[in-house]
């Protein structure tokens, strides 16, 4: 993991002239005096008369369901102890942008300088009316208890004390995964918690509701063990967790210890005190910015430790941006009055089971391509796994409804889809290919050429657990078993090994006749069929897949030319062609032909649209085809937009119910306001289906906006195949192979 420096940190805090994290927004239009009398006045006073007649309709026609209140007084901030109302502020800020970025809640922090908790209670009850919740952030122990308590009695919005809970909830999960790993139950180990502050408490209080017997927790705060019979320095929270010992300093509670919860200050525990633990000590050591050890002296101290700590620079961070985020958007979403114990301990449950779920590439990229699976140095999802959103606000939304605390009652499948669109346009289609392929219950068997390769593997096993369908694995049983082992999956797929498969001679026989005339002689066909492209294709030809994918190891050609040699084209189509999907912020477009056919005639083009044109429709996404080239409607005659434009004239008397039009340029194709001030007479002033006049052009635009534009690219997709036969792109990582499984079955359904 990276380490960062002071300058490293300062800088990032006033990046590119604009201090600080966070800014406001506009999310209506506000361009002309009409949008300005919608936005203000007169047309203002309209949701105003109708929240006054019913409350519940604020959150109709305001932000105020999907704002938080991240409010903080300062007196706690982080480890730094007590440092001032506005030294809070880069805190807050920050807690704005984790909202938004991880759950897409809108937050406006507020610094209170006051250390009167009563005062704080009347601030924040004054402003509550204007948001969905209250995220109380960095205030002290015993005062923020107090607070908290005082203020979910009074309010009817969740008021939710991170510092306690969100520390709860992540550490509960971790501690579940790592008893599981080292073999032990809630309810036999002794935990020893350093700190009796607000997360001490919650954390202790949290355990107990996973199984932990009370009377195995200990709490030592500045003044030691809290113990029967100690008088100085308790308060009634740290009273819930007096026990009968003899313990009085830490290092005396450790001995023979389970766990270590660190909740306190900087390097508490000591090498020395890690020995004195029991077998297989786990240890979270959750002060920041300095844990109460590092983990490489615990290590050091101790090979058989589990060490979490609350630093995204080491392995297994314990981290409530984990927690609070995606809280509050189940919360949010469900219009919940409160955030209950069932919704923390539902929050805990979904962390614990997702860290058990194959980590996607991109999660491993961003942390430097650092492998992670379940184990003593990954017990917990990162900060950055993007399916925290679609586990976490899901199950805190259904245990509010469950608990009776929700005003909206919503479906959770829906929901959950939902909550993929607010990760953009790329997630909306990649749910749409999925939701389809799932509807055939997960019965289309699709093979895949390189069975053996880890990443297949690892999307076949997501392609059967979501039920999207059942993969076939061509390659050697003892190889892929020993990556699944590897890879630590409990899956066992459906392997076909093409050296010893039953209907080899079968195979060879119908490749014979299919290919006799085309240089193929009877003695070569066995082994030519053992060939994983030949294979996996006569699979579908002879009735063994539904659908086939090959292409992460291979060259394009080497996959599509044995497809359609078997198979050939269509019925009704005269050639194959590809198309990319790419979605550009909140666009979608398809580009065409970026793969197969390298410099098309005019009756190429005009049949290639056709076939683009058509799987938008089946995207059920209105075609508008523009044919693209350097020329705008006859503004540069040359042979190349000659034949363009001949290719429109093709389209439009072969398929007239086409929106249709060209040859133009991209930009006039893209820019409707191009296309109406200059040519108001095309039939295309916002074109969704981009023709490319050769695959280099198409090849070449797709691969740069992908990369240089940071457009999302999905395909290749392969249209007018005689078969469900798809192209990988080389390398691809598991969520793009996914994806075109799910294409490969939607493809399958339709045939």
């Not at 068997?445 to 657990?465: D, L, T």
């Amino acid at each position: 993991m990276a380490k960062i420096t002071r300058e490293d940190a300062l800088e990032y805090h006033r990046l590119k002239g604009r201090p600080g994290k966070i800014a406001v927004v506009p999310t209506k239009p506000m361009d002309t005096q009409r949008d300005l009398s919608l936005a203000y006045s007169p047309g203002v006073a309209e949701p105003v008369l109708e929240i006054e007649k019913n409350p519940e309709d604020a959150y109709e026609y305001t932000s105020k369901g999907n704002l938080v209140a991240v409010i903080s007084n300062g007196t706690a901030i982080l480890g730094l102890g007590d440092r001032g109302a506005l030294a809070s502020k880069p805190v807050m800020e920050g807690k704005g942008v984790l909202f938004k970025k991880f759950a897409d809640i809108d937050v406006f922090d507020i610094e209170l300088n006051s250390h009167d908790p009563d005062e704080i209670i009347k601030v924040v009850a004054a402003i509550s009316p204007t948001f969905g919740g209250i995220n109380l952030e960095d205030i002290k122990a015993p005062e923020c208890f107090y607070i908290e308590e005082e203020l979910k009695k009074m309010l009817d919005i969740p008021v939710f004390h991170d510092d306690q809970h969100g520390t709860a909830i992540i550490s509960s999960a971790a501690l579940a995964n790592a008893l599981e790993i080292v073999g032990k139950k809630h309810d036999e180990i002794r935990i020893v918690i350093s700190g009796a502050g607000a997360s001490a408490i919650s954390c202790a209080e949290l355990a107990i509701r996973w199984g932990v017997k009370r009377e195995n927790i200990m709490l030592c705060d500045s003044k030691g063990v809290v113990y029967k019979g100690r008088k100085e320095g308790m308060n009634k929270y740290k009273e819930r967790f007096l026990v009968e010992t003899d313990a009085r300093t830490l290092t005396d509670a450790l001995r023979g210890a389970d766990v270590f919860y660190g909740l306190s200050v900087a390097n508490v525990m000591t090498p020395e005190m890690v020995k004195l633990m029991g077998q297989d000590p786990i240890i979270f050591a959750m002060a920041n910015p300095d844990p109460e050890i590092r983990p490489e002296l615990a290590k050091a101290a101790r090979k058989d430790v589990i060490i979490a700590t609350g630093r995204s620079d080491y392995a297994n961070q314990v981290n409530n941006v984990l927690g609070f985020p995606f809280i509050f958007r189940g919360a949010l979403d469900v219009r919940a009055k409160s955030i209950n114990e069932e919704m923390k301990f539902a929050a805990s449950k979904a962390l614990a089971a997702l860290t058990k779920e194959d980590v996607p590439d991109s999660v491993i990229r961003a942390y430097g391509g650092v492998a992670m699976k379940f184990g003593r140095e990954y017990i917990l999802p990162t900060p950055l796994d993007p399916r925290v959103l679609l586990w976490e606000a899901p199950a805190v939304a259904e245990m509010a409804m469950k608990t009776g605390v929700a005003r909206k009652k919503i479906d959770i499948d829906e929901y959950r889809e939902q909550l993929a669109y607010r990760q953009g346009k790329g997630e909306r289609i990649r749910y749409f290919f999925q939701n389809k392929a799932r509807s055939s219950g997960g019965t289309k068997r699709v093979a895949f050429a390189e069975g053996e390769e880890q990443k297949i593997i690892r999307a076949a096993y997501q392609i059967q657990e979501e039920g999207i369908a059942t993969p076939v694995l061509i390659g050697r049983a003892s190889v892929i078993e020993e990556h699944l082992k590897n890879l630590g999956l409990d899956y066992k797929p459906v392997i076909v090994d093409p050296n010893q498969f039953d209907k080899l001679d079968a195979y060879a026989k119908a490749y014979y006749e299919l290919r006799q005339r085309k240089g193929v002689i009877a003695s070569d066909a066995p082994n030519k069929v053992r060939d994983p492209n030949i294979f996996g294709s006569l699979m579908v030809k002879m009735g063994d897949a539904d659908a086939f994918i090959s292409g992460l190891t291979f060259d394009y050609p080497e996959v599509i030319r044995p497809a359609l040699q078997i198979h050939h084209t269509a019925a009704g189509a005269a050639r194959a062609a590809g198309v990319y999907i790419m979605i550009v912020e909140d666009k979608v477009f398809l580009f065409t032909d970026a793969t197969v056919n390298i410099d098309p005639t005019a009756e190429d083009l005009a049949e290639i649209a056709c076939l683009a044109a058509d799987y938008a429709v089946k995207l059920e996404i209105d075609p508008h085809v523009a044919f693209l080239s350097f020329s705008n409607f006859g503004s540069t005659p040359h042979p190349l937009s000659d034949k363009v434009r001949k290719a429109v004239a093709l389209v439009k008397a072969r398929r007239p119910d086409l929106d249709v039009d060209g040859e133009m340029q991209a930009d006039t194709a893209v820019v409707p306001e191009i296309a109406e001030e200059r040519y108001p007479f095309s039939a295309v002033k916002d074109a969704n289906v981009l023709v490319f006049p050769s695959l280099e052009s198409a090849n070449i635009a797709y691969k740069l906006l992908s990369r240089l534009g940071n457009a999302k690219a999905i395909g290749p997709i392969l249209l007018g195949m005689g078969a469900p036969v798809h192209v990988l792109q080389t390398g691809d990582d598991v969520n793009a192979i996914v994806q075109i499984a799910s294409v490969a079955v939607m493809d399958a359904m339709g045939r």
